[in-house]
């Protein structure tokens, strides 16, 4: 129900595939030790989880860079010394 897609289709997309030893156990969830902070949610997580993909459908297509090079297996960022701005190449004159 909550996905960009109507509910059932998400079945289509996924592959479960068989848990990792004692690997999968550390991406639980636990705000425990931020309760005791004093940390509360300000939204359900329904809630949350809906506006954050209405905010990203409500975004113009031309928001968002292009994300092939992030998806190749090995992703390379732009070469520091070709910033704008610089003028030795070194990564730190855009500080300056």
């Not at 509360?40 to 968002?64: A, V």
Request: hydrophobic content about 30%; charged content about 30%; overall charge negative.
């Amino acid at each position: 129900e909550m996905g960009l897609r109507g509910a059932g289709e998400e079945e289509d997309l996924l592959e479960f595939v068989a848990d990792r030893n004692i690997n999968d156990l550390r991406y639980s969830i636990n705000i425990q030790k931020l309760q005791e902070l004093g940390w509360e949610p300000r939204l359900e997580w329904e809630q949350g989880l809906r506006e954050t993909i209405q905010w990203y459908k409500d975004m113009p297509d031309d928001y968002w860079a292009d994300y092939r090079k992030a998806l190749a297996p090995h992703p390379t960022a732009p070469d520091p010394r070709n910033w704008p701005g610089l003028t030795t190449g070194k990564a730190n004159d855009h500080a300056k």
